[in-house]
């Protein structure tokens, strides 16, 4: 059973910085690319960051300029450095990997809880 195990959210105040971290675990094959959303109540899960192996990364909008995404390919963990938070920062994070065995699988991790005070 794939895990992936997230780490680092917490509650910060508006301006502050935290670094989330997931480490993939259990799997036959290679990680392609891993990432992050996250959902706030009310609202659907939305893209915040990805990277591929290769390093190449893919921000929202939203985060550009704030958060930074990366990867430690021999330690099969994906980092997010987010600066500058903001309350609407405020959700629900999920780490995704994309890992290829003879087919492509989608693994998500169990969440962790960012919150953001003004």
């Known amino acids: 059973q794939v895990q992936l195990v997230e780490s680092g959210g917490g509650l910060v105040q508006a301006g502050g910085s935290l670094r989330l971290s997931c480490a993939a675990s259990?799997?036959?094959?290679?990680?392609?690319?891993m990432g992050w959303y996250r959902q706030a109540p009310g609202t659907q899960r939305e893209l915040v960051a990805t990277?591929?192996?290769?390093?190449?990364?893919n921000l929202a909008d939203s985060v550009k300029g704030r958060f930074t995404i990366s990867r430690d390919n021999a330690k099969n963990t994906v980092y997010l450095q987010m600066n500058s938070l903001k309350p609407e920062d405020t959700a629900v994070y999920y780490c995704?990997?994309?890992?290829?065995?003879?087919?492509?699988?989608?693994?998500w991790g169990q969440g962790t809880q960012v919150t953001v005070s003004s």
């Open positions: 995704n990997a994309q890992i290829t065995y003879l087919r492509n699988f989608n693994y």
């Open positions: 259990r799997f036959v094959g290679s990680i392609n690319v």
């Open positions: 990277i591929t192996r290769a390093g190449d990364t």
